[in-house]
């Protein structure tokens, strides 16, 4: 059926998955919208191959099978689009179940028969246990990394670094970026000296002037007395930048009460950097094999900005690992979340790759912390567990 003959049409407003939006930018006609009744705006058609195509690459993401393999649990894939709110497309709450489900049906009826170099389903049938399900991809369970992880455990890392760089050398193309030159970071370092003071009035305390770490002294540090990083080893100097002023005080982690002294850096060459701070799903999704790439970034991405404690910086053995496998690589960088503020953090290998921007110094003294906190399920002593370590040791049964 050609796409102007489509039953059913979705417009970028309703499509949530970043995926679904590209489409309908990239390839998008006009048409009346089937999901929130807009008319005369851009909408891809739900009968398209590549509409499908997108919508079993972001069930694949944002969905483990159990969810909507009936014969694993009591899910169906027409079921995961009346979860609200939805990851993938957005509903009109006053749409009928039944509208809503012929919009469905019309991408879905035939899901096993088309595009199939992306699966939904591991097996069908009596078969159906000897495959290991899918597991969302948003999960980021990557067996190379796991496997790295254990390497890492057992050998030392450059015993380990040809095959590892060999394996994510598929990968790492598809999630480069560029810094521009030009491009401005800041940068932190704890305390600031007091220099000066002016008395303004009789019995009340005077003004002090600071002045704050800046150029070299705020830069990186000296190579071989700089301790263990995110992303490098004790000894190795790389500079540590991040998006906003606010991100970089963060992420060293003050006390409140203490100064800290901030500046900014800008770029000096166009940089080659590894970027995971972006939604990779728009760039590796077409095939299984994409699918799994697209796994390995996310793990990636877990583990970058997962913060290990001051106690337990060993906790940064494979994100060096993997910071040493970018560089041989041949790039510049890599740039990825802050899990303390809402910026980036960029750590740039060569520091004479940025510069300090003369007169940028500036002093802040803290004043709160807050920390946000999720609960964890507590153990029972009267519930099963398939894994319990307190019974049976930490290998499980």
Known sequence: MAESESKHFVCIECCVSPLLQELVKRAGIEAKCSLCNTAAVKCTSTESDEFLLAIKASIRYYFSEWQYHSKLGDGTLEGLFFIEPNPILKFNPAQSAIDREDIILSFLSDVNERQMQVEVFTAYGRDIYNYLPHIAVSEGESSILSSAV???????????????????SPVLRSISATVKTGTRWYRARMGATQVAANFTEMGRPPTYFYEGHKDQSIGAPPVGVS??????????????????????????????????????????????????????????????????????????EKMFSTTAPPSNRSAYTVTQFLGELFRRHGFDGVKFRSTVEAGDNLVIFDPAYASWVEGSSEVVKVKSVKYASDPVPLFDENKQYDLDHKRYGKNGY
């Open 150 to 168: 254990q390497a890492l455990t057992e050998k030392n890392y450059f015993l380990v670094e040809d095959e590892y760089e060999k394996l994510l």
């Open 227 to 300: 301790t263990a990083g995110r992303v490098n080893r004790p000894g190795v100097s790389y500079l540590y930048l991040a998006s906003t002023s606010e991100t970089a005080a963060a992420e060293i982690r003050p006390h409140p009460g203490e100064l800290v002294s901030l500046g900014c850096f800008d770029v000096t060459k166009d940089l080659s950097i590894v970027d995971l701070t972006t939604n990779h799903l728009t760039k590796l999704w077409r095939t299984d094999e994409e699918l799994e790439m697209l796994v390995l970034v996310v793990a990636m």
